[in-house]
């Protein structure tokens, strides 16, 4: 995949009745870490390897900040910081995730960045806490 399709936050836009997975992967080969997972899902399945999309955030341990009052930990976790990525199931240990999106590796350097709203867009937010 990585030699084959190039990551953006803006792919083209899907052509009515076409499957997006399908289309990602033979067409338009452009996508982010939801097409990138999508396929590689499928290709796992097709190959005999249990596999699942999983989706969730991305947040580093500097955005959790101690709130004294509440006396837990709470990071502000931006829409931006949303990902997805792959898990297979290996015997005898469980669901492992594997990290298939063109870009994204081990290091913080490899994390997004906030890009600046659109005009007519809102970012969301969701509050996450963690108890010390």
């Known amino acids: 995949m ?12 899907l052509p009515r009745n076409e499957d997006p997975v399908e289309y990602f992967a033979t067409e338009s080969k452009e996508g982010y870490c939801m097409h990138y ?12 390897i249990p596999a699942r999309y999983a989706s ?16 837990k930990y709470i990071a ?3 829409d931006y ?3 997805a990525w792959v898990e297979i199931y290996l015997d005898d ?5 594997i990290e298939v999106t063109e870009g994204y590796g081990d290091t913080a350097s490899d ?14 937010s969701t509050e996450t806490e963690v108890t010390e």
């Open 93 to 97: 240990i469980g669901w492992v995730p």
């Open 37 to 48: 997972a999508s396929a590689a899902t499928l290709i796992l399945k097709e190959l005999g």
């Open 76 to 78: 502000e976790v931006e």
């Open 56 to 71: 969730g955030y991305i947040v580093r341990p500097s955005d959790y900040k101690l709130d004294v009052n509440a006396g």
């Open 81 to 83: 910081n949303g990902h």
């Open 111 to 124: 994390l997004p960045t906030k890009k600046e709203p659109e005009e007519d867009s809102e970012s969301e």
């Open 2 to 13: 990585a030699a084959n399709m190039t990551y953006t936050q803006e792919p083209p836009a």
